[in-house]
C-alpha cells in the first residue's frame, strides 16, 4: 500500500525574505556603527579659540608717562633791602592784585644804611632797572601785535576750513601758532609788570643811601595779579636785602612738565597732540607740547634704575571752566602723540606672532586654520598696521596657543563667556 506524499513546505513570503535579509544585515550595521563611534572618538576635535576680523581704521603711537603741573609764570618776591620784616598774615592760595596787595613791609635800621660804595651800585642797577623795563615794555608791545596777528590769521583758516578749502592739518597748524602768540603775549606782559616792579625795588633801595635817611617803612606789593603760591618768611625776623619772602603766580596760567625717557624724547615734534588723564576730572583734558628740553637729566626709578628722561613741556588747551580745581604741582599722567593715521589696515597685537624675522599668523577659513607670513608696520602695544599679508574681513586667531598648527581645525571661542 502506497504511503501519501507529504505535503510541499509552503513558499516563502516576500515578508519572510525581508525579515530574513535584515536578520543578515544587522552584525554588519552594528559593525559598521562600532567603527563610527570609534572613528568620532579618536577624530581630532575643533580648538576653540578668539578670533578677530581685519579691518581698517585709525592707529596712533603714544608715549605715556607721568608729570605734574606747574604755573607758567611765577616770581620770587625778595627784600629790596635789610632791616626788620613785618609779620606776613597772607597765607598761600590768597588772591593778590598787581601794584595793589602789599605783601611785606620792611622797617629801615641805621645798621642797614648804604655807604658809598653801596649806593653807586644801587643807582647803577636802578638805572639797569629803568632800561630793562623799556626793553620789556617793547618787546611787550611786539608780543601783543603777533598775537592779534595770528587770531585773525586763524579767523581766516577756520572760514577756509568750513569752505573746504584747506586740511585739517593746516587748521591745526595756525591754531598752533596762534595759542604759541597768545601765550608768549601774556608772557611778555608779565615780564613787563615785573620789570616795573624791579624798578621801584631799585628806587627804593636808593632812599636808604648815605644822607637819605627816612624812616619810612618800604612798603612792598605785588608785582603780578594771581595767588599766593608759598612763604618763605612769615614771622617777624631781621632779613638782609635778596632774601626770598613769597612766591607769587598765577595758578590759571598752567602748563605740563612730563618726563620722558630720551628715547621717546627723540620722536616728539613741538606742536604734538597729547592728552592728560588720571588728574582728577571726568574727562581728560587736550594738550599739545610747546617744548622739548634740549637737556636730559638722570633720574633712578622705583626698581633701582638710572634712567635718562627730558622735560616736554604741554599747554593746556581746554578753558580754565574744565579744570577749576587744578593747580600748581598736581599730578597728571600724559598721553602724547608722535604717530597717527586715519586709515590703516590693523590687527590686534597678539594675533601676529614672530618666527625668524618674519611675523606670522594664524588666518581662519572653512574652520581650518592656515598660517600665513605677514609684513607688519607701525604699532602702539595693543594694535598692529599690517602692510602685507591680510587683507579687510580676515578672520585670524588671537593668542594662538601651542596646539594652533596649519591645518588644525578651530571653532570660535564665545569670549563674552570669560
Do not use: C
Given at each position: 500500500m502506497k504511503t501519501p506524499p507529504s505535503p510541499a513546505p509552503p513558499a516563502p513570503t516576500r515578508k519572510s525574505r525581508r525579515q530574513k535579509n535584515w536578520t543578515r544585515l544587522v552584525p554588519w550595521i552594528g559593525g559598521a556603527l562600532l567603527i563610527s563611534l570609534i572613528v568620532a572618538g579618536l577624530w581630532p576635535k575643533a580648538q576653540p579659540v578668539e578670533l578677530a576680523t581685519v579691518a581698517r581704521g585709525s592707529l596712533e603711537l603714544?608715549?605715556?608717562?607721568?608729570?605734574?603741573?606747574?604755573?607758567?609764570?611765577?616770581y620770587v618776591i625778595s627784600a629790596p633791602a635789610g632791616g626788620l620784616l613785618r609779620r606776613i598774615d597772607w597765607k598761600p592760595g590768597a588772591l593778590i592784585e598787581a601794584g595793589q596787595t602789599i605783601i611785606a613791609v620792611i622797617e629801615p635800621r641805621e645798621s642797614d644804611l648804604l655807604d658809598t660804595r653801596s649806593l653807586v651800585q644801587a643807582e647803577a642797577r636802578a638805572q639797569g632797572a629803568?632800561?630793562?623795563?623799556?626793553?620789556?615794555?617793547?618787546?611787550?608791545?611786539?608780543?601783543?601785535?603777533v598775537a592779534q596777528l595770528t587770531q585773525t590769521e586763524l579767523a581766516r583758516r577756520r572760514s577756509l576750513f568750513a569752505a573746504h578749502s584747506i586740511s585739517q592739518q593746516e587748521l591745526d597748524d595756525a591754531e598752533l601758532r596762534a595759542t604759541r602768540a597768545a601765550q608768549e603775549d601774556r608772557a611778555a606782559g608779565f615780564a613787563h609788570r615785573v620789570a616795573e616792579y624791579e624798578l621801584q625795588s631799585a628806587q627804593a633801595l636808593l632812599s636808604r643811601g648815605a644822607?637819605?635817611?627816612?624812616?619810612?617803612?618800604?612798603?612792598?606789593?605785588?608785582?603780578?595779579?594771581?595767588?599766593?603760591?608759598?612763604?618763605?618768611?612769615?614771622?617777624?625776623?631781621?632779613?638782609?636785602?635778596?632774601?626770598?619772602?613769597?612766591?607769587?603766580?598765577?595758578?590759571?596760567?598752567?602748563?605740563?612738565?612730563?618726563?620722558?625717557?630720551?628715547?621717546?624724547?627723540?620722536?616728539?615734534?613741538?606742536?604734538?597732540?597729547?592728552?592728560?588723564?588720571?588728574?582728577?576730572?571726568?574727562?581728560?583734558?587736550?594738550g599739545r607740547v610747546r617744548v622739548i628740553e634740549p637737556a636730559a637729566f638722570t633720574k633712578v626709578s622705583a626698581l633701582g634704575v638710572e634712567e635718562q628722561r627730558v622735560n616736554v613741556i604741554v599747554d593746556f588747551l581746554d578753558p580754565l571752566e574744565a579744570r577749576p580745581t587744578?593747580?600748581?604741582?598736581?599730578?597728571?599722567?600724559?598721553?602724547?602723540?608722535t604717530w597717527e593715521s586715519e586709515d590703516v589696515l590693523k590687527v590686534p597685537a597678539g594675533a601676529l606672532f614672530q618666527q625668524g624675522d618674519y611675523w606670522s599668523t594664524y588666518v581662519v577659513a572653512n574652520g581650518v586654520a592656515r598660517q600665513r607670513t605677514v609684513r607688519a608696520g607701525a604699532s602702539n602695544g595693543r594694535e598692529i598696521e599690517v602692510l602685507e599679508g591680510l587683507q579687510v574681513g580676515d578672520r585670524v586667531v588671537v593668542y594662538p596657543v601651542d596646539r594652533i598648527d596649519d591645518g588644525v581645525r578651530v571653532a570660535p571661542m564665545d569670549v563674552s563667556a570669560r
Open positions: 603714544t608715549v605715556n608717562e607721568e608729570g605734574m603741573t606747574r604755573v607758567r609764570n611765577r629803568a632800561a630793562a623795563r623799556d626793553q620789556a615794555a617793547a618787546l611787550a608791545e611786539s608780543a601783543h601785535a644822607g637819605r635817611v627816612s624812616t619810612e617803612p618800604v612798603v612792598i606789593t605785588s608785582p603780578v595779579s594771581g595767588r599766593l603760591l608759598r612763604v618763605f618768611q612769615e614771622s617777624e625776623r631781621v632779613v638782609g636785602a635778596g632774601v626770598a619772602l613769597v612766591e607769587v603766580g598765577d595758578p590759571s596760567d598752567l602748563e605740563a612738565r612730563i618726563e620722558v625717557l630720551s628715547r621717546d624724547a627723540v620722536g616728539i615734534t613741538p606742536g604734538a597732540r597729547a592728552e592728560l588723564v588720571k588728574w582728577g576730572g571726568a574727562q581728560p583734558l587736550r587744578l593747580g600748581d604741582a598736581y599730578r597728571v599722567e600724559a598721553r602724547i602723540v
